[in-house]
């Protein structure tokens, strides 16, 4: 078997550069984004003369790498970005932290200054390698040309197997135009674990007991396609399911198994579902500080199997009663043959219902005046079924959170870092990734702010995607801390007022504001027809800071 795998490797004459390309090649990337750096001319140079690869060159380091991040998340393959040594390196370095906590798979070549200048202090020269040691999987400096493809088709392996994440590669200048006999070996197979017999045996007779079960599924789910796997699992035992933070298309929130979303700001009733339950399979989540509610809701009196690919996140949080280390599709599908019988269809109902009761909406039709509430209730009438959402970190997002309901897998994107700055380069990703698709962003105007420049990038490469910006004039989520622990002390969250229509026009994309439901309808449907990006501007209620509390309320209750 050895020999014949030997046999399959490719021995060829190339420079360093040609051979990260041919990499790339083999790993079936098909986009890459940049911001150009002289220290990596080589390997734009190898793009340029490389006819399946698109090069999509960003405004901003932080854009191109949250872009990289958005795309890997819709086409689950590693998102590829590149930039110059330490000063984009250090711009790109949010995008890579997100792809860290959102388990991710990217890959990033950083150009490096020459190897004869290293340690000098040469211009822009910081030890990539060190710099990113601790919010990447792996990282590495290539140091001899010929060592190319065994540490480049490394780095991409790393990313994608395990619990995937961002690796980093520092490119010396000169390694680039090295000639050497490259090696070249297959494409990633990523290791799918499958778990023991004993194992499911033990979930069995967890399961037998049980009075009240929940599952909360995760990206770990999202990332082995299992998500029909999931449904076929809750279904056959009637089991309520629950989406770990920022993780709504786990599962479809319109199935009568749906029990909400653990998150920021999730209604109490949902938060009491979790507390009630007496056994929870926790599979493929982390059980991060958001969906664990800074690490309060689970208790040790509940029974608790934790299933993920990463065995070091078993007990990180919460110690098991069951820990298995395994890939969650392949899970679900043996947990099917398990022998119990659910007792527990009444609880599974009182749980859809509360979820239902906690993201109801109800609309004033007499009031003309566009709310938040407003503008979910109408994305859900009008968008596709298949369109794709992104969104930004900021308090408009609870709207979003609690009360739009995702019913098609592989249909939402959000940064579980919390990033500021991701909606809308994160929806050019996504769009790239889905030409076909309705991509939607939803960003606050200080999130908008952040990364706005990437709107010349989707109108210069012809990416049509929709950004709604909630404009408040201020950052809203930390006024609302600061209103909860230093009322009426504003310092710093003030913001001045942006026309986000002039911004657009001036940034080559369509532009519009709303006040009024039908004038969101209109844009909405104006925006999916058209064949350029479009901002749609929607003024937020200052005073509403939440989904349920005013300014004037937190400061009653403070």
């Known amino acids: 078997m050895s020999q014949t795998i030997e046999k399959m490797r490719e021995n060829k004459v190339m420079t360093g550069a040609k051979a990260i390309i041919e990499c790339m090649k083999i790993e079936e990337v098909t986009k890459v984004f940049c911001v150009p750096g002289e220290s990596y001319l080589p390997v734009l ?7 399946t690869i698109e090069l999509i060159s960003a405004r901003h380091e932080g854009g191109a790498s949250f872009m990289a991040e958005g795309y890997a998340k819709a086409t689950r393959k590693p998102g590829v970005v590149m930039a110059t040594r330490g000063v984009g390196g250090a711009n790109l370095a949010i995008g890579v932290h997100t792809a ?9 070549f ?10 000098r202090e040469g211009f822009q020269e910081v030890d990539l390698d060190q710099f990113f040691g601790h919010i990447a999987k792996w990282t590495v400096e290539i140091k001899d040309a010929e060592r190319v493809p065994e540490l480049v088709q490394r780095a991409f392996r790393i990313a994608q197997t395990g619990r995937p994440g961002p690796v980093v590669i520092s490119l010396p200048e000169d390694m680039l135009k090295v000639e050497s006999t490259m090696t070249f070996g297959q494409k990633v197979k990523v290791s799918r674990p499958t778990p023991a017999k004993d194992e499911i045996q033990e979930i069995e007779d967890i399961l037998k007991n049980a009075r009240n079960p929940l599952i909360i599924a995760g990206g770990g789910v999202i990332y082995s396609d299992g998500e029909e796997a999931l449904i076929h699992f809750a279904e056959k035992y009637q089991l309520p399911v629950m989406a770990a933070f920022r993780r709504h298309d786990v599962f479809s929130n319109n199935h009568p198994l749906y029990a909400g979303h653990l998150g920021l700001g999730t209604a109490k009733g949902i938060l009491e579902t979790t507390k009630k339950a007496d056994v929870i399979l926790a599979i493929g989540t982390r059980l991060s500080e958001v969906t664990t509610q800074d690490y309060t809701l689970i208790s040790p009196e509940q029974t608790l199997i934790h299933i993920d690919i990463n065995p070091n996140m078993l007990g990180n949080v919460y110690p098991p009663d069951v820990g298995i ?5 392949n899970t679900l599908f043996a947990c099917l043959n398990i022998d119990v019988q659910p007792t527990w269809k009444d609880w599974a109902d009182k749980c859809h219902h509360t979820y239902e009761k906690s993201t109801t909406i109800l609309n004033d039709d007499e009031n003309f005046k566009l709310t938040n509430f ?11 079924e298949n369109a794709v959402i992104t969104n930004d970190a900021g308090n408009f997002a609870g709207w979003l959170h609690s009360y739009y309901q995702f019913n098609q897998k592989k249909t939402y994107i959000g940064p579980t870092s919390g990033a500021m700055g991701y909606g809308l380069p994160a929806a050019i990703g996504a769009k790239l990734a889905h030409p076909n698709r309705i991509v939607v962003s939803l960003s606050g105007d200080g999130g908008m702010m952040m990364t706005v420049q990437e709107l010349e990038t989707a109108s210069r490469y012809d990416i049509p995607v929709i950004s709604l910006v909630f404009n408040n004039q201020m950052y809203g989520t930390i006024r609302m801390h600061q209103e909860i622990h230093y009322p009426e002390k504003i310092s710093g969250t003030d913001l001045g007022n942006i026309d986000f229509v002039k911004l657009a026009h001036s940034l080559n994309a369509n532009g519009v504001k709303v006040e009024t439901k039908m004038e969101f309808e209109r844009a909405l449907y104006e925006a999916m027809a058209s064949k350029k990006p479009t901002v749609i501007e929607i003024e937020m209620d200052r005073e509403q800071i939440s989904t349920n509390k005013t300014i004037q309320q937190i400061r009653e209750k403070s």
């Open 45 to 51: 140079d190898a793009i340029y003369d490389e006819p």
């Open 100 to 108: 860290f906590q959102d388990s991710t798979p990217m890959v990033v």
């Open 110 to 119: 950083l150009g490096q200054v020459h190897s004869k200048f290293r340690g």
């Open 325 to 329: 280390a395994a890939d969650a599709r």
């Open 374 to 384: 407003d503008v979910i209730d109408l994305l859900q009438k009008h968008l596709p």
